[in-house]
Protein backbone atom coordinates (compact mmCIF):
# COMPACT_ATOMS: atom_id res chain seq x y z
CA UNK A 1 0.00 0.00 0.00
CA UNK A 2 1.13 3.57 -0.21
CA UNK A 3 2.17 5.71 2.17
CA UNK A 4 0.76 9.61 1.49
CA UNK A 5 3.04 11.70 0.13
CA UNK A 6 4.13 15.03 2.06
CA UNK A 7 3.37 18.22 0.66
CA UNK A 8 7.11 19.05 0.07
CA UNK A 9 7.04 15.41 -1.51
CA UNK A 10 4.01 16.47 -3.64
CA UNK A 11 5.90 19.66 -4.79
CA UNK A 12 8.61 17.92 -5.99
CA UNK A 13 6.53 15.24 -8.04
CA UNK A 14 4.76 18.37 -9.59
CA UNK A 15 8.14 20.09 -10.44
CA UNK A 16 9.78 16.55 -12.21
CA UNK A 17 6.32 16.31 -14.17
CA UNK A 18 7.81 19.13 -15.95
CA UNK A 19 11.17 18.27 -16.48
CA UNK A 20 10.87 14.70 -17.33
CA UNK A 21 10.42 16.78 -20.78
CA UNK A 22 14.63 17.22 -20.59
CA UNK A 23 14.52 13.22 -21.06
CA UNK A 24 13.89 12.05 -24.60
CA UNK A 25 10.37 10.46 -25.53
CA UNK A 26 11.20 7.28 -26.13
CA UNK A 27 11.64 3.45 -24.04
CA UNK A 28 15.14 3.70 -23.90
CA UNK A 29 15.19 6.37 -21.32
CA UNK A 30 13.01 4.36 -18.69
CA UNK A 31 15.48 3.03 -16.52
CA UNK A 32 17.62 6.79 -16.43
CA UNK A 33 13.99 8.05 -15.51
CA UNK A 34 13.65 5.60 -12.59
CA UNK A 35 16.97 6.47 -11.42
CA UNK A 36 16.51 10.22 -11.51
CA UNK A 37 13.32 10.24 -9.68
CA UNK A 38 14.20 8.37 -7.01
CA UNK A 39 17.95 10.46 -6.85
CA UNK A 40 15.59 13.39 -6.15
CA UNK A 41 12.61 11.77 -4.36
CA UNK A 42 14.61 8.78 -2.75
CA UNK A 43 12.18 6.71 -3.62
CA UNK A 44 9.54 5.58 -6.66
CA UNK A 45 5.69 6.57 -5.77
CA UNK A 46 3.03 5.09 -7.78
CA UNK A 47 1.63 8.86 -9.13
CA UNK A 48 5.11 9.13 -10.13
CA UNK A 49 5.56 5.62 -12.35
CA UNK A 50 1.89 6.94 -13.85
CA UNK A 51 3.96 10.48 -14.61
CA UNK A 52 6.34 8.44 -16.38
CA UNK A 53 4.14 5.77 -18.35
CA UNK A 54 2.46 8.95 -19.62
CA UNK A 55 5.52 10.62 -20.61
CA UNK A 56 7.05 7.69 -22.33
CA UNK A 57 3.43 6.36 -23.96
CA UNK A 58 3.79 3.31 -22.63
CA UNK A 59 1.37 0.99 -20.16
CA UNK A 60 1.93 1.59 -16.25
CA UNK A 61 2.34 -2.23 -15.75
CA UNK A 62 5.81 -1.89 -18.05
CA UNK A 63 7.16 0.68 -15.71
CA UNK A 64 6.25 -0.73 -13.03
CA UNK A 65 7.49 -4.63 -14.16
CA UNK A 66 10.87 -2.56 -15.30
CA UNK A 67 11.05 -1.23 -11.74
CA UNK A 68 10.35 -3.90 -9.51
CA UNK A 69 12.74 -6.32 -11.93
CA UNK A 70 15.94 -4.25 -10.38
CA UNK A 71 16.40 -4.06 -6.93
CA UNK A 72 17.91 -0.85 -7.22
CA UNK A 73 14.40 0.75 -7.08
CA UNK A 74 12.40 1.17 -3.90
CA UNK A 75 8.98 2.24 -3.06
CA UNK A 76 8.75 2.96 -0.05
CA UNK A 77 10.31 6.10 1.23
CA UNK A 78 13.03 5.81 4.12
CA UNK A 79 11.86 5.67 7.67
CA UNK A 80 13.72 8.19 9.95
CA UNK A 81 15.33 5.26 11.53
CA UNK A 82 16.09 2.03 8.86
CA UNK A 83 16.36 -0.61 10.06
CA UNK A 84 18.80 -3.07 7.72
CA UNK A 85 19.13 -6.77 8.67
CA UNK A 86 22.05 -8.42 7.27
CA UNK A 87 21.00 -12.15 5.37
CA UNK A 88 24.83 -12.92 4.15
CA UNK A 89 25.77 -16.17 4.66
CA UNK A 90 27.37 -15.56 8.83
CA UNK A 91 24.30 -13.87 9.98
CA UNK A 92 21.87 -16.16 7.68
CA UNK A 93 23.40 -19.25 9.78
CA UNK A 94 22.85 -17.51 12.85
CA UNK A 95 18.82 -17.39 12.05
CA UNK A 96 18.68 -13.98 10.51
CA UNK A 97 15.54 -14.83 8.80
CA UNK A 98 14.04 -15.23 12.36
CA UNK A 99 15.40 -11.75 13.07
CA UNK A 100 13.65 -9.94 10.15
CA UNK A 101 10.46 -11.80 10.20
CA UNK A 102 10.22 -10.68 14.05
CA UNK A 103 10.83 -7.02 12.98
CA UNK A 104 7.83 -7.29 10.07
CA UNK A 105 5.86 -8.82 12.62
CA UNK A 106 6.57 -5.93 15.41
CA UNK A 107 6.43 -3.45 12.95
CA UNK A 108 3.01 -4.92 10.97
CA UNK A 109 5.14 -4.13 7.79
CA UNK A 110 6.86 -6.71 5.02
CA UNK A 111 10.64 -6.18 4.10
CA UNK A 112 10.96 -3.08 1.68
CA UNK A 113 8.27 -0.91 3.29
CA UNK A 114 8.09 1.34 5.49
CA UNK A 115 5.41 2.35 9.05
CA UNK A 116 2.75 4.43 7.90
CA UNK A 117 4.03 7.05 10.60
CA UNK A 118 7.94 6.94 8.84
CA UNK A 119 9.23 5.88 12.00
CA UNK A 120 10.83 2.54 10.55
CA UNK A 121 11.82 1.28 6.96
CA UNK A 122 12.88 -2.70 6.86
CA UNK A 123 15.57 -3.99 4.39
CA UNK A 124 17.39 -6.99 3.88
CA UNK A 125 20.65 -6.24 2.87
CA UNK A 126 24.18 -8.46 1.97
CA UNK A 127 27.18 -8.95 4.31
CA UNK A 128 27.72 -5.44 5.85
CA UNK A 129 31.25 -6.77 6.68
CA UNK A 130 31.25 -7.40 10.57
CA UNK A 131 30.60 -11.14 10.15
CA UNK A 132 32.60 -11.89 13.89
CA UNK A 133 28.94 -10.02 14.93
CA UNK A 134 26.62 -12.36 13.49
CA UNK A 135 23.87 -11.85 13.23
CA UNK A 136 23.93 -8.46 12.69
CA UNK A 137 21.41 -5.50 12.58
CA UNK A 138 22.26 -2.16 11.12
CA UNK A 139 19.51 0.49 12.74
CA UNK A 140 20.20 3.72 11.19
CA UNK A 141 23.74 3.74 11.54
CA UNK A 142 24.29 2.03 14.67
CA UNK A 143 25.81 -1.69 13.94
CA UNK A 144 23.41 -4.06 16.61
CA UNK A 145 25.63 -7.28 16.61
CA UNK A 146 24.60 -10.84 18.30
CA UNK A 147 21.01 -9.63 17.56
CA UNK A 148 18.82 -12.26 18.40
CA UNK A 149 14.96 -12.64 17.91
CA UNK A 150 14.12 -11.34 21.98
CA UNK A 151 15.98 -8.57 21.40
CA UNK A 152 14.07 -6.52 18.65
CA UNK A 153 11.09 -5.42 20.65
CA UNK A 154 14.08 -3.75 23.20
CA UNK A 155 15.44 -1.83 19.79
CA UNK A 156 11.88 -0.86 18.68
CA UNK A 157 10.93 0.39 22.67
CA UNK A 158 13.89 2.57 22.99
CA UNK A 159 13.76 4.48 19.57
CA UNK A 160 9.86 5.41 21.09
CA UNK A 161 11.29 6.40 24.41
CA UNK A 162 14.14 8.75 22.72
CA UNK A 163 11.11 10.07 20.64
CA UNK A 164 8.99 10.96 23.75
CA UNK A 165 12.03 12.38 25.69
CA UNK A 166 12.39 14.63 22.33
CA UNK A 167 9.16 15.65 22.20
CA UNK A 168 8.92 16.30 25.57
CA UNK A 169 12.12 18.36 25.84
CA UNK A 170 10.60 20.18 22.17
CA UNK A 171 7.14 20.95 24.29
CA UNK A 172 9.34 22.36 27.35
CA UNK A 173 11.19 24.36 24.92
CA UNK A 174 8.10 25.98 23.49
CA UNK A 175 6.75 26.70 27.02
CA UNK A 176 10.06 28.76 28.42
S1 LIG B 1 27.16 -11.96 6.79
FE1 LIG B 1 26.26 -10.52 8.13
S2 LIG B 1 27.94 -9.25 8.58
FE2 LIG B 1 28.78 -10.64 7.19
Redesign the pocket.
Known amino acids: MDLELSPEERQKLQELKSELQSFKRERGQLIPILQWIQERLSFLPSQALESVAEYLQIAYAEVFGVATFYNQFRFHPPGRNPIRV?L????HVKGADIILENFERKLGIREGETTPDREFSIERVA?????A????TLMGETVHGYMAPSKVEGLITRVAIEKEVRERERKKGAHV
Open positions: CGTACCVGCCLAPV
